[in-house]
C-alpha cells in the first residue's frame, strides 16, 4: 500500500518561512518525480515545484528563488522549504509522487495560512 505522509505546515506572517515533509512508504521515492502542488477554494491545483530522478528541480515562476524541494532518499522523504512566505502562498500543498510505469500518488493535503 502506498502513501504519502505529509508534516508542517501551519500558520505564519509574511516574511517567514516553514517546511512541509511528505515521507512515503510502499515506493522507492527516488523513482518517482516527486512534486508539490497547492490549491485554493475555487482554483485548480497548480504545480509549485518537482524533483526528478535525476534530482533535478523545477519551479513555478512564483516561487522561485524563495522555495527549495529536496529529496532525503535515505529516509524516503521529500521536504519542500519555504521562505519569504507570501499570503498568496496560503493554500493546501499537496505532495504527489508521479511514475509513468505505475501511477501517481497524493499526500493527505496540509494548509498552509500566511497571515500577519
Known amino acids: 500500500q502506498v502513501q504519502l505522509v505529509q508534516s508542517g505546515g501551519g500558520l505564519v506572517q509574511p516574511g517567514g518561512s516553514l517546511r512541509l515533509s511528505c515521507a512515503a512508504s510502499?515506493?522507492?521515492?527516488?523513482?518517482?518525480?516527486m512534486a508539490w502542488y497547492r490549491q485554493t477554494p475555487g482554483k485548480e491545483r497548480e504545480l509549485v515545484a518537482r524533483?526528478?530522478?535525476?534530482?533535478?528541480?523545477d519551479y513555478a515562476e512564483s516561487v522561485k528563488g524563495r522555495f527549495t524541494i529536496s529529496g532525503d532518499n535515505a529516509k524516503n522523504t521529500v521536504y519542500l522549504e519555504m521562505n519569504s512566505l507570501k499570503p498568496e502562498d496560503t493554500a493546501v500543498y499537496y505532495c504527489n509522487a508521479h511514475n509513468s510505469n505505475v501511477g501517481t500518488f497524493w499526500g493527505q493535503g496540509t494548509q498552509v495560512t500566511v497571515s500577519s
Open positions: 524533483i526528478f530522478r535525476n534530482s533535478t528541480t
Open positions: 510502499g515506493i522507492i521515492s527516488r523513482f518517482y518525480t
